[in-house]
């Protein structure tokens, strides 16, 4: 493979799309922030990231001193995802959808510029910048890297991001959930071994995105990278295990998640804006890590914007083909800031008959049990505007009509006001009647104003017209 050869710093058009590829589109469109040097890791680097959450990236050159610098922010809202990938946002789940239905393989190269430096004594702190972010965390927390574990019986990968707590020099407690990455792990602690996994640091959004993706088991993720890139991912052999890494990421950490081993882990800000609580969980054992050979250290402040979107797209998409498997009214759903782009769900619908919201509604429901609000919509509403929604619920909605609630239903485990992640489930249809009188319901509005041009409408000088005006006025009232 040709693409072997390329340097980290090549700007070869025909380059492999990586982590550097997407900085310097950033730098070029006046969205990335580059922070003072030597800002500390602890405390300092997280709160001017999270400072700058909405609106720019951030380098951080020399964190804590260390040679290494940090990045964050690689997503401040949705029209950001939709631009790493080439989209339009309008066309963002669409897109997503299309590479989950259409993965594209991945192909295997010989040499990498990930493995241009090989580290077999492993100290985490001393080699790598990472930082603590939320003010109660246990400590230091890696939170942008792509956990790729295989199949232990079939070697089928897995790609999956988990909060990674530095434990000691070569440990790392992780939080597993109970879905593939755990399956794996599973299989091969039954089995009394250890099962081989890399964390991989510093990749293209699209590996990042793809990730998040609500795929079957053995669905490999890095496929569906390939596929919104638009061509294979490039992958390499670790140097200490069978685990396959993309070949243009940053840093590697290569080790394996030890059998009947379980140590404390937590607390750690999360995406509900509260802390995960700690407890005994799985243990990574790091045997290597390889690098470029001046690596960037991408970092993801917990709970923040860019957590929260990279969960949003990859989520908000599933639910979609969720929900136009069964229902062709549905037009769009979104998963908004305040329901922690998890819990609440906004459905756009073009509605056909008054009993299809409630439908719908618990349809969503099934979706993920992440949801535990769906606010249904017709199409006139904007549903990127959380306003807009919630004047549809004031003058669409009735509770004792257009309420539905669900007790005792699966929730999400991190949601303080569950009983252990039971808990109820809430539907709202704020949709007009099919066969509303049209004058009920016409929305007002001042005709013209999408032609308004400012520039062509207002004077320039408006202090200078107002005293003509009332210089005028003053002749004609004397
Ligand atoms: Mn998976």
């Given at each position: 493979?040709?693409?072997?050869?390329?340097?980290?710093?090549?700007?070869?058009?025909?380059?492999?799309p990586?982590?550097?590829?997407?900085?310097r589109?950033?730098?070029?469109?006046?969205?990335?922030?580059v922070?003072?040097?030597?800002?500390?890791?602890?405390?300092?680097?997280?709160?001017?990231?999270?400072?700058?959450?909405?609106?720019?990236?951030?380098l951080?050159?020399?964190p804590?001193?260390?040679?290494?610098?940090?990045?964050?922010?690689?997503?401040?809202?949705?029209?950001?995802?939709?631009?790493?990938?080439?989209?339009?946002?309008?066309q963002?789940?669409?897109?997503?959808?299309?590479?989950?239905?259409?993965?594209?393989?991945?192909?295997?190269?010989?040499?990498?510029?990930?493995q241009?430096?090989?580290?077999?004594?492993?100290?985490?702190?001393?080699?790598?910048?990472?930082?603590?972010?939320?003010?109660?965390?246990?400590?230091?927390?890696?939170?942008?890297?792509?956990?790729?574990?295989?199949?232990?019986?079939?070697?089928?990968?897995n790609?999956?991001?988990?909060?990674?707590?530095?434990?000691?020099?070569?440990?790392?407690?992780?939080?597993?959930?109970?879905?593939?990455?755990?399956?794996?792990y599973?299989m091969?602690?039954?089995?009394?071994?250890a099962?081989?996994?890399?964390?991989?640091i510093?990749?293209?959004?699209a590996?990042l995105?793809?990730?998040?993706?609500?795929?079957?088991?053995?669905?490999?993720?890095?496929?569906?990278?390939?596929?919104?890139?638009?061509?294979?991912?490039?992958?390499?052999?670790?140097?200490?295990?069978?685990?396959?890494?993309?070949?243009?990421?940053?840093i590697?950490?290569?080790?394996?998640?030890?059998?009947?081993?379980?140590?404390?882990?937590?607390?750690?800000?999360?995406?509900?804006?509260?802390?995960?609580?700690?407890?005994?969980?799985?243990?990574?054992?790091?045997?290597?890590?390889?690098?470029?050979?001046?690596?960037?250290?991408?970092?993801?402040?917990?709970?923040?914007?860019?957590?929260?979107v990279?969960?949003?797209?990859?989520?908000?998409?599933?639910?979609?083909?969720?929900?136009?498997?069964?229902?062709?009214?549905?037009?769009?759903?979104?998963?908004?800031?305040?329901?922690?782009?998890?819990?609440?769900?906004?459905?756009?619908?073009?509605?056909?008959?008054?009993?299809e919201?409630?439908?719908?509604?618990?349809g969503?429901f099934?979706?993920?049990?992440?949801?535990?609000?769906?606010?249904?919509?017709?199409?006139?509403?904007?549903?990127?505007?959380?306003?807009?929604?919630e004047?549809?619920?004031?003058?669409?909605?009735?509770?004792?009509?257009d309420?539905?609630?669900?007790?005792?239903?699966?929730?999400?485990?991190?949601?303080?006001?569950?009983?252990?992640?039971?808990?109820?489930?809430?539907?709202?249809?704020?949709?007009?009647?099919?066969?509303?009188?049209?004058?009920?319901y016409?929305r007002?509005?001042?005709?013209g104003?999408?032609?308004?041009?400012?520039?062509?409408?207002?004077?320039?000088?408006?202090?200078?017209?107002?005293?003509?005006?009332?210089?005028?006025?003053?002749?004609?009232?004397?």
């Amino acid at each position: 493979m040709g693409a072997s050869q390329a340097g980290p710093e090549t700007t070869d058009r025909d380059a492999f799309p990586d982590l550097r590829s997407w900085l310097r589109r950033l730098a070029a469109t006046g969205r990335l922030a580059v922070a003072r040097s030597g800002l500390s890791l602890i405390d300092e680097l997280a709160a001017v990231a999270k400072k700058l959450e909405r609106d720019r990236a951030v380098l951080f050159p020399s964190p804590g001193g260390h040679a290494i610098p940090v990045v964050a922010n690689l997503f401040a809202d949705r029209g950001w995802v939709a631009d790493s990938i080439g989209v339009p946002t309008g066309q963002l789940l669409a897109r997503f959808q299309e590479a989950v239905r259409h993965p594209r393989r991945w192909i295997e190269v010989g040499q990498a510029p990930v493995q241009q430096i090989v580290h077999r004594e492993v100290d985490l702190l001393r080699l790598l910048p990472i930082p603590k972010h939320n003010e109660y965390d246990s400590g230091p927390y890696i939170t942008a890297a792509l956990l790729i574990a295989r199949n232990p019986k079939t070697g089928v990968q897995n790609v999956s991001i988990h909060r990674c707590q530095v434990s000691g020099p070569d440990r790392i407690g992780i939080l597993l959930l109970p879905r593939h990455t755990h399956h794996y792990y599973k299989m091969a602690e039954e089995a009394g071994e250890a099962l081989e996994i890399a964390l991989v640091i510093g990749v293209h959004p699209a590996c990042l995105l793809a990730s998040q993706a609500i795929a079957p088991l053995d669905a490999d993720e890095m496929e569906i990278a390939g596929a919104l890139l638009g061509r294979p991912v490039e992958m390499v052999r670790c140097k200490t295990n069978q685990v396959r890494v993309p070949a243009h990421a940053e840093i590697v950490i290569e080790g394996r998640i030890l059998p009947h081993v379980r140590e404390p882990e937590g607390p750690f800000g999360e995406f509900p804006q509260y802390y995960g609580p700690r407890a005994n969980r799985e243990v990574i054992q790091v045997d290597a890590i390889t690098q470029r050979s001046q690596p960037i250290f991408h970092t993801i402040v917990g709970g923040g914007m860019e957590h929260l979107v990279l969960g949003e797209i990859p989520r908000e998409a599933t639910l979609l083909d969720h929900l136009q498997r069964s229902f062709a009214s549905v037009r769009d759903v979104r998963l908004p800031r305040g329901g922690t782009c998890r819990y609440h769900l906004v459905v756009k619908i073009d509605k056909t008959n008054d009993g299809e919201p409630k439908n719908i509604i618990l349809g969503a429901f099934g979706g993920h049990y992440d949801v535990k609000r769906v606010v249904v919509v017709d199409r006139d509403v904007d549903i990127d505007d959380p306003v807009e929604v919630e004047w549809a619920i004031a003058t669409r909605f009735q509770a004792d009509r257009d309420l539905i609630v669900v007790s005792g239903a699966q929730g999400s485990k991190l949601d303080p006001s569950t009983d252990g992640g039971i808990g109820a489930k809430m539907g709202i249809d704020a949709t007009r009647p099919v066969d509303a009188d049209p004058n009920v319901y016409r929305r007002i509005g001042v005709k013209g104003l999408e032609a308004v041009d400012l520039a062509v409408a207002l004077q320039p000088d408006g202090e200078a017209a107002l005293a003509r005006i009332l210089a005028a006025q003053n002749q004609t009232d004397w």
